[in-house]
């Protein structure tokens, strides 16, 4: 019921000429948000606003690679928190869905500071931070790299790890260091805004430029998580299902072992979730309520 109730918004928001607030049910509304970013991005997302309100904290809820607000996880998790009486704003990243990708990975920092300052100007405190997969990479670099005060936490499911080490286990060493290699020598050559023909396994095929490509797997690349843990002092909520196939459930226990000292770390593993916790998501969103209350109460 859950799905069909948010296919109803989406319809309703569309036909409206995507501008106007809806009701999704007699407890949460929905407003389609449009941000722009610091280097004038124009980016969308999806606000959902607890009616009666409970809590002014808010969650933004980052998606992973190829994909967008309204689906798989985020058409679940989102709402789910927001029926418990959080705000959440899940957006869409500069480069979501299957599109041909040409950003670095650096640039994601924009869009999410753009949905944390829409955040801070209602009014919404504290504010979390959440990623699904390849999401886990960019809220972890946004907080490493800005150390931005307004955030209180980090929530990561699913998180895949280093990117080059992913790309390691899906294809081998050899291949995956040639991919490297290549994408390299473009970008020494001055041919950094050239495509590249990607091979990315189970998640299919799709164009990548040798910066993108670089600035995602080269030793350099912001995108390492195990380095930007490390230098993460909030509280951070890791959730891994034992039964993915496409992230390997050890990163998690990984990630705790790499955080900062500071950092209160809570590692916990859903025994039959898959990547998308398709069938265990009801655990996961109770699992992230009561961790987002404990950090409302210390």
Request: glycine content about 8%; proline content about 4%.
């Amino acid at each position: 019921m859950r799905f069909i109730k948010f296919a109803i918004v989406i319809s309703v928001l569309a036909l409206s000429g995507l501008g106007w607030t809806v009701r999704a049910d007699d407890c949460v509304g929905v407003s389609l948000v449009r941000l722009k970013t610091a280097d004038n991005i124009e980016l969308t997302g999806l606000l959902r606003q607890p009616q009666p309100e409970k809590y002014k904290a808010g969650v933004v809820m980052v998606h992973g690679y190829s994909g967008n607000f309204y689906s798989a996880m985020m058409a679940f998790l989102p709402e789910a928190l927001a029926d418990y009486g959080f705000y959440t704003l899940a957006i869409n990243m500069r480069e979501h869905d299957k599109v041909p990708k040409k950003n670095l990975f650096e640039d994601n920092r924009f869009d999410i500071a753009a949905a944390i300052d829409e955040m801070a100007r209602r009014g919404f405190h504290p504010i979390f931070l959440y990623g699904h997969s390849m999401g886990t990479n960019r809220v972890l670099d946004y907080l490493a790299s800005t150390q931005d005060s307004r955030i209180a936490g980090l929530i990561l499911t699913a998180p895949p790890g280093n990117l080059f080490e992913w790309n390691v286990k899906m294809f081998g060493q050899e291949k995956a260091t040639q991919g490297l290699r290549y994408a390299q020598e473009l970008k020494a050559g001055g041919k950094g805004n050239e495509w590249i023909l990607i091979d990315l396994g189970p998640l299919g095929k799709t164009l990548y430029t040798a910066n993108h490509l670089v600035s995602l797997r080269g030793p350099e690349s912001f995108s390492d998580p195990f380095k930007n843990i490390a230098r993460v002092s909030r509280p951070i909520l890791i959730v891994h299902g034992l039964a993915d196939r496409l992230a390997d459930p050890e990163t998690a226990d990984r990630l705790g072992h790499q955080a900062g000292s500071k950092a209160k770390v809570k590692v916990t593993k859903i025994t039959a979730a898959d990547h998308q916790f398709r069938c265990c998501r009801n655990d996961l969103a109770n699992l992230v309520h009561d961790w987002l209350i404990k950090q409302l109460n210390p």
